[in-house]
C-alpha cells in the first residue's frame, strides 16, 4: 500500500487488495471508498472482494467508479454522502489515486471548502488539481 493522507479526514491510495483490509482497518480507518471500475485492467482485485474484506474488518464500503470518461454531478453527490456517511477517516483508491484525490476536492468543494485549500492539501501530497480548478470553483460557489 501507498496511503497518502491528504488530510485528517481522508488519505488516498492505489490499488488496494483484499488481504489490506486488517491493516487498514488497524490504521483508523472507518470506511473504504472505491473509485475504481472493475475490469479496468487485468489482475486487479474485484470491487465485491474487496467490499466483503472491508466488512468484514468492520469498514463501511462504497464504490464510486470513475471511468476516464470524467466525473458526473451523481458521483460528486455519491462522494459528499459517503464522506458525510464515514464517521471517521476515509481511504479512498483507484489505479493511481489520482481520480481519488480529485473526486474529493470536488466533493469537499461542494461542502464549502475553499478551491486554494483544497488545492494546496492535493499538491502537498503530490497530486495536481489545476485540470479541474474550474469545476472547483463552480461548486463552491462564491466561497
Not at 500500500?1 to 488497524?26: F, G, K, L, N, Y
Not at 484525490?101 to 497530486?127: E, F, I, Q, S, V
Request: proline share 6%.
Amino acid at each position: 500500500m501507498q496511503i497518502r493522507p491528504v488530510d485528517d479526514s481522508i488519505s488516498v491510495d492505489p490499488q488496494i487488495s483484499p488481504a489490506d483490509m486488517t491493516e487498514i482497518a488497524a490504521a483508523g480507518f472507518t470506511a473504504i471508498i472505491n473509485n475504481r471500475p472493475d475490469d479496468e485492467e487485468g489482475g486487479q482485485p474485484e470491487g465485491a472482494a474487496i467490499r466483503a474484506a472491508a466488512e468484514a474488518a468492520g469498514l463501511s464500503y462504497t464504490a464510486i467508479p470513475i471511468t476516464h470518461a470524467g466525473f458526473s454531478g451523481n458521483q460528486v453527490d455519491a462522494m459528499v454522502a459517503a464522506l458525510e456517511a464515514a464517521g471517521g477517516p476515509v481511504l479512498a483508491f483507484c489505479r493511481s489515486g489520482t481520480r481519488s484525490c480529485n473526486l474529493w476536492a470536488l466533493a469537499r468543494a461542494k461542502m464549502g471548502d475553499h478551491p486554494d485549500r483544497l488545492m494546496a492539501k492535493a499538491a502537498a501530497t503530490g497530486y495536481d488539481l489545476t485540470g479541474i480548478r474550474p469545476l472547483l470553483d463552480t461548486l463552491a460557489g462564491d466561497r
